[in-house]
């Protein structure tokens, strides 16, 4: 008997290679696909799920209080997160709300597939090589400080600037959907509720410079 996967994850890219590489590998697994937070929760009344591939960056909601309502809902179903975002608080508060896993999206096929096998086989937490590489190298003094990339810094500086997604993505020659990913992950990486907390956290800790 098959098993089924609900892969709830906004890019269509991703998902649809989600769904061809897990169907494709020796699980005997059917993956069902929502864009965004509200349908999945909705896919849960209906369907049971063995695991849910959860992406942290949702457009309607974040990953962290889908699984908090999912767990709290159906306790025995297994989530996996997988995601670009890979912060010590964010796999902690991950963890914290029942998450069985975490994968980076940039991990080998073999490390997802081996994770699926993994949880699905109802063994203990499942942490992917870059989740494990990450959270070993980042030392305790610096733990409060999320790492930020050369981009995500770029993109900092500009939105407190007062530059618009838009603005950002011409100025960099990215799409505004790129931009809109960059601060969203910005947002969770540094906790803050909205961008103009985030610039304060930034400022604050000289993470960047506007004057």
Known sequence: MSQLILIVEDHPIVSESLTRFITDSDLNIKCLHAS?????????????FDLIMLD????????????????????????????TVAQRHVVEKMLDQGADGFILKTSDIDDIIGG????????????????????KGISQENSDLPMIT????????????????QEI???????TFTVDSHRKNLLLKFNAK??????KIVVSKGIIDVT
């Open 116 to 135: 699926i096998r993994h949880i699905l086989s109802g063994k203990q937490l499942y942490l992917g090589k870059g989740v494990k590489e990450l959270l």
């Open 36 to 48: 965004n937070a509200a349908k999945g929760l909705a896919c849960l009344n209906g369907n049971s």
């Open 56 to 83: 942290i960056n949702l457009p309607d909601m974040n990953g962290i209080e889908f699984c908090k309502i999912a767990k709290s809902r159906f306790p025995d179903i297994k989530i996996l997160a997988i995601t």
């Open 194 to 199: 909205n961008t103009a907390t985030l610039v």
């Open 169 to 175: 993505a011409i100025q960099l020659f990215i799409s």
């Open 150 to 165: 050369k981009r995500e810094s770029e993109i900092l500086k500009l939105i407190a600037d007062g530059l618009t997604n």
